[in-house]
């Protein structure tokens, strides 16, 4: 049987570029050789596509002038009859693909973070290019990457999410009075202040002041983003599950809870720029820098019975809301003292694609296996999407009922 081709698609315009393109290395490194020939599109800040063996080395990131000399520059055209990229400039990378001429693939494995690719952008353009895709469809990728909208989703589902209030980015003002739209906050101190729609804990702050909260604030809108405010959760232990029906049915993962430093919150740094290994599991990517490098509990010990099962309802729940596909991580917020749960975050493309918590399950998933089961899905919900072709044989605007 030929193998599919699968077009590995990372990096793109984020705050979380450089995590994207770790996670995408992970793929190509991991992703069953036998059954699919895999190779990379590289998306870089300014949103150019480029492809090429060189791609495949980390020591190549970010891309030299020498390097992209290498590289092809590709574009994906629409309305083709089969998936194909499109060389614009060639360069020694070409000669991996045939010179100049168009490359073919199969399928697009979405291995982005944050914006204009895990926000349902990068999805939208599957679906008008008509190429089968992993990974959560539009709907869902847009609405979980915006908090605040998520979170009525949610809440109106039965899921236990905390009170919040959203405070917009001004449109063309480089300077916003933020004291005057930060003054009549109802919510009491302290306060977790974090971006609405990023992810990967960029940005996110603990503020117990007014003078702190109206500082970050003006933090959030620097990175171009709305500010979303929610009570603190004191006594904070966070947990973490991953969901997917990629198996052919809604299944979730082993619990963990992640070994915070000193910090309040789980931050970016204490995310990506830690040290740390994975206690509990071994992995050949443990040298990778992401939420696989962290120091974790499997199944902890103080979850009782009912919390366990509670975080695995409230998970699966807040997965079928939005008739998600793909494999998503959530992340749960808990007050260790009074024992209160909310939901935090579900991420729509987790680092490492959480196969880490799939490794550590009962039955065991393995990172491969993972990655083979999110490909068949990306090809049945295609299938499904375009089951039916539209015919617009009986249409009088146009007179096509008429035989040509």
Not at 315 to 322: G, I, P, R, S
Request: hydrophobic letters at 40%; a neutral charge.
């Amino acid at each position: 049987m030929d193998k599919k081709r699968i077009a590995v698609f990372f990096g793109g315009r984020s705050f979380e570029h450089d995590v994207s393109i770790i996670t995408g290395l992970e793929v190509l490194n991991t992703i069953d050789s036998t059954r699919y020939d895999a190779f990379p599109v590289y998306v870089d800040l300014e949103g150019a596509w480029w492809t090429g063996e060189a791609l495949l080395n980390r020591k190549n990131y970010h891309l030299t002038k020498q390097t992209k000399e290498k590289l092809t520059r590709v574009i994906l055209p629409v309305g083709e009859q089969k998936p194909i990229l499109r060389p614009v400039q060639k360069g020694l990378g070409a000669c991996l693909f045939g010179g100049k001429k168009d490359i073919a693939f199969d399928f697009a494995f979405l291995a982005f973070h944050g914006d204009y690719g895990e926000d349902g952008c990068f999805q939208g353009l599957m679906e008008t290019a008509q190429v089968p895709y992993s990974g959560c469809r539009v709907m869902a990728s847009s609405v979980f990457m915006n908090k605040a909208v998520a979170k009525k989703a949610l809440k109106a589902a039965g899921v236990p999410v905390l009170e919040d209030i959203l405070i917009c980015r001004p449109a063309g003002e480089a300077f916003p009075d933020i004291a005057e739209m930060t003054k009549d906050i109802r919510l009491p101190f302290p306060l977790l202040v974090k971006p609405n729609a990023l992810g990967s804990s960029v940005g996110i702050h603990k503020v117990t002041t007014q003078e702190e909260l109206q500082a970050a604030v003006l933090q959030i809108f620097a990175l171009n983003a709305d500010a979303l405010l929610e009570p603190f959760v004191e006594n904070l232990e966070e947990y973490n599950i991953s969901v997917t029906n990629a198996f052919g049915q809604t299944r979730s993962s082993v619990i963990e809870r992640p070994l915070k430093d000193k910090s309040p919150v789980l931050g970016f740094a204490e995310k990506y720029l830690a040290g740390g290994g994975t206690k509990g599991t071994k992995s050949a990517q443990a040298d990778s820098q992401g939420m696989l490098s962290l120091t974790r509990v499997f199944n902890p010990p103080e979850l009782t019975d009912k919390e366990a099962s509670n975080i695995r309802s409230w998970a699966e729940t807040a997965f079928n809301a939005l008739f998600t596909t793909g494999v998503v991580r959530i992340d749960f917020l808990c007050n260790a003292k009074t024992r209160e749960f909310y939901l935090g975050e579900v991420n729509t493309i987790p680092g490492s694609f959480a196969f880490y918590l799939w490794e550590a399950s009962e039955p065991k998933e393995a990172y491969p296996a993972l990655l083979s089961a999110l490909i068949e899905e990306g090809i049945k919900e295609y299938e499904k999407r375009n089951a039916f072709p539209i015919h617009l044989t009986e249409s009088k605007i146009f007179n096509r009922n008429k035989p040509e």
